[in-house]
């Protein structure tokens, strides 16, 4: 909680020290490098919660972290190479953009490496400082360079080092051993885990291009400030994910592996899972409502003159976060009930989804308002029938949580549309 209050208060400060553009900017490059952490570990990071030996455990994490080093070093020199052919984003120079897209590959991979195993071992008083390191850290060199006037690389900086300090502080609770050049280690690691390397993987890099094609296509279509309005909105409405959902996940996989591990059936875990869900749900609902009455006012008055913008896609984009929400809080479902190739067919069908969205907004009407809308019912759909999927697979009637989701979304539209014609009423607001 202190993590996000924190990022809640400085977030304002850096879209008056840096504008929309250099934070559309490095929105694409954290696309690029979130793509790239997806398949630098061939799907195995996940694999590290459900070793039983010790020894194996860390043979597997010092296979994930080698390869992610060489993996996520020819990436970056693809990236290089593109951006000496096409020199556009923001007039920095290609090896530049190369370097932050490799730094931030290799702290995003390792911090989630860390997450993994610390998670298994329960270690949550180290990951409970994590959000608080991070964003004190990246907030005092981010304003402290701004002010110094450092403004076309300073925002870049300050987030990469907030990356590194966070991980230098989970890194030292792991054990020493980093590397592994062992020929042997791969090809046994590659063996117990192929089924992760089989299906994690293409379900991984799925889920995660459809995650960034919106991020891609906005920035094509629309431009870096605009892409910047909709990073900051995308920022917010993922608070309360990072605030509540990640914690809930996290320790939802831990018990629900552990509950697989001890021979429990898929009916408990579905059970449980369904009651997580119903949680969740519950308490991502008066954040929506506000979310969706006042969001456009709410980021005027955070952000500055001419932000509304970024409202307006918050407000839009709402019952994404919900539904994201819901899904990160029973994150390692479809691990534990090995049920990988569900997670890839929704990915596929997102990601044509949110393709047809962004681009029909675009040609049809030349809006990124209308473009949002699409990929935000493309997205709620598809969340719905692949649930009912995960749950009809674990011997839970589907129909219970179908009707706790519709229940839960008339809520959230009754309790905004109340609070949004009292604004309206009283003249906050111009329009519904």
Known sequence: MLGQIISFIVVPIYTRLYGAS??????????????????????????????????????????????????????????????SINPKEGGLKSWMIAIFVFVLAITLQQTQTCYTWLNKKSDYSILMKNPVVNNVS???????????????????????????????????????????????????????????IIYQLPANVLAQVKEQIPTFLINGFFGAEMLGYYSISMRYLKMPISLLAQSIGRVYYQTTSDMKRKG???????????????????????????????????????????YSVAGDIMRIAAFNSFFLFIATATS???????????????????????????????????????????????????????????????????????FNVFKQIIIIVLGAGVIRLGCFAIGIVQTM
């Open 264 to 306: 429990q059936s898929l009916l408990s875990i579905g059970q449980y899972s369904l009651k997580n869900i119903s949680r969740a749900m519950k308490l991502a609902c008066i954040p929506m409502i506000l979310i969706i009455s006042v969001g456009d006012i709410a980021c005027e008055i955070l952000f500055g003159s001419g």
């Open 22 to 83: 250099i934070m559309g900017t490095w929105a694409l490059f954290a696309s690029i490098a979130n793509i790239i952490v997806t398949f630098s570990d061939m799907g195995l990071k996940n694999a590290i919660m459900m070793e039983e030996d010790e020894k194996d455990t860390i043979e597997l994490y010092t296979v994930i972290t080698t390869m992610t080093l060489m993996i996520s070093g020819i990436a970056s020199l693809i990236v290089f190479i593109y951006y």
């Open 138 to 196: 990246a907030a005092i060199i981010i304003i402290l360079l701004g002010v110094l006037g450092f403004k076309s690389y300073g925002y870049y900086l300050g987030t990469m080092a907030g990356q590194i300090i966070t991980l230098i502080h989970m890194r030292i609770h792991l054990p020493n051993r980093f590397l592994n050049f062992n020929y042997n280690s791969y090809k046994k690691v590659f063996k117990r885990q192929q089924h992760f």
């Open 332 to 402: 390692g479902l479809v691990i534990v009930i090995d049920k990988q190739k569900y997670m890839l067919w929704c990915a596929i069908g997102q990601m044509a989804g949110y393709i047809f969205g962004i681009s029909f907004g675009y040609y049809a009407y030349g809006s990124i308002y209308i473009s949002c809308l699409a990929m935000t019912i493309t997205f709620v759909l598809l969340q719905i029938v692949y649930f009912s999927f995960l749950f009809n697979a674990t011997g839970v009637n589907w129909k219970t949580y179908v």
